[in-house]
Antibody, heavy 117, light 107 residues
Framework: QVQLQESGPGLVKPSETLSLTCTVS????????WSWIRQPPGKGLEWIGY???????SYNPSLNSRLTISVDTSKNQFSLALNSVTAADTAVYFC???????????WGQGSPVTVSS | DIQLTQSPSSLSASVGDRVTITCRAS??????LNWSQQKPGKAPQLLISGASSLQSGVPSRFSGNRSGTDFTLTISSLQPEDVATYYC?????????FGPGTKVDIK
């Protein structure tokens, strides 16, 4: 059973960079897409972006200019960096396996992130 | 971008009732439509992929169907543990998109 675990700070200051890492266990990161999704308090799910294990990425156009997703196959990890954050970026951030033509079939438990000074 | 609309936005039904949720795509997505269930404070759980393929371990009372760009999720006999928000999601083209969700509770 594939398991995903998000890690990173729970509090980020406005204008700084939000950085999260997702560690994949009990399965290889190869041959799959890996996505980040977020959910603001009381709201629905928003897809942030995905990365293929080879490094190909696709981002939500609304976040594209501030977003970088990277992968480290040697550590079975992929990461998210969102810069110039504001209070609107406050959300629970989920990592998941899946992306283009692949369902989001395994999810991390979610990492709450608050943007506040 | 492909827009997904869901109806209804919420519903309340009795235990044992048949419940149907509809998701409509703004353009063709073939069968790249997935349904997930999210309970409060938890991560979403995939129920159905490819419009109609039930995931392993998901109760058989859940089923999915496709008619063109209209998709349905049906719960044949609503159970108390089915109280949750249900999201459709398309994986046909980037950017991936989710429907706004349908909140289901027990009457």
């Amino acid at each position: 059973q594939v398991q995903l675990q998000e890690s990173g700070p729970g509090l980020v200051k406005p204008s700084e960079t939000l950085s999260l890492t997702c560690t994949v266990s009990s399965g290889s990161i190869r041959s799959y897409y890996w996505s980040w999704i977020r959910q603001p308090p009381g709201k629905g799910l928003e897809w942030i972006g995905y990365i293929y294990y080879s490094g190909t990425t696709s981002y939500n156009p609304s976040l594209n200019s501030r977003l970088t997703i990277s992968v480290d196959t040697s550590k079975n990890q992929f990461s998210l960096a969102l810069n110039s954050v504001t209070a609107a970026d406050t959300a629970v951030y989920f990592c998941a396996r899946g992306g283009l033509w692949q369902p989001l079939d395994y999810w991390g438990q979610g990492s709450p992130v608050t943007v506040s000074s | 971008d492909i827009q997904l609309t869901q109806s209804p936005s919420s519903l309340s039904a009795s235990v044992g009732d048949r419940v149907t949720i509809t998701c409509r795509a703004s353009q063709t997505i073939s069968s790249y439509l997935n349904w997930s269930q999210q309970k409060p404070g938890k991560a979403p759980q995939l129920l159905i992929s490819g419009a109609s393929s039930l995931q392993s371990g998901v109760p058989s009372r859940f089923s999915g169907n496709r008619s063109g760009t209209d998709f349905t999720l049906t719960i044949s006999s609503l159970q108390p543990e089915d109280v949750a928000t249900y999201y459709c999601q398309q994986s046909y083209s980037s950017p991936l998109t989710f429907g706004p969700g349908t909140k289901v509770d027990i009457k």
